[in-house]
């Protein structure tokens, strides 16, 4: 069993920057991945972006890509997502996950955060 928990979630103005931290617990070695993903309300989950444990490879959604950055610190089995250039259209409920295989899919993440809440006003 792997555990997640979620935090830096807040309220931000356009244009500003939020890190989000994901800290595992459990069997984290028996995981290659771990992926973030949002929730806005009325919608779908949609994919954020992952990255492995291992070499520190990363995938980000199109949407996100050139503004927001994973990276992983295995020394706190923690992994961050740092946000920037923040938009409205960015809020939503932030999860992390935890897979044995990097992937933008829901169905390939074994493990879930609770979730962290992510306001961008205009």
């Known amino acids: 069993q792997v555990q997640l928990v979620e935090s830096g979630g807040g309220l931000v103005q356009a244009g500003g920057s939020l890190r989000l931290s994901c800290a595992a617990s459990?069997?984290?070695?028996?995981?290659?991945?771990m992926g973030w993903f949002r929730q806005a309300p009325g919608k779908e989950r949609e994919f954020v972006g992952w990255i492995s444990w291992i070499g520190g490879r990363t995938s980000y959604a199109d949407s996100v890509k050139g503004r927001f950055t994973i990276s992983r610190d295995n020394a706190k089995n923690t992994v961050y997502l740092q946000m920037n250039s923040l938009k409205p259209e960015d809020t939503a409920v932030y999860y992390c996950?935890?897979?044995?295989?990097?992937?933008?899919?829901?169905?390939?993440?074994?493990?879930w955060g609770q979730g962290t809440q992510v306001t961008v006003s205009s």
């Open positions: 996950a935890a897979g044995y295989s990097g992937s933008r899919y829901l169905s390939s993440y074994d493990y």
């Open positions: 459990g069997r984290t070695s028996s995981t290659y991945a």
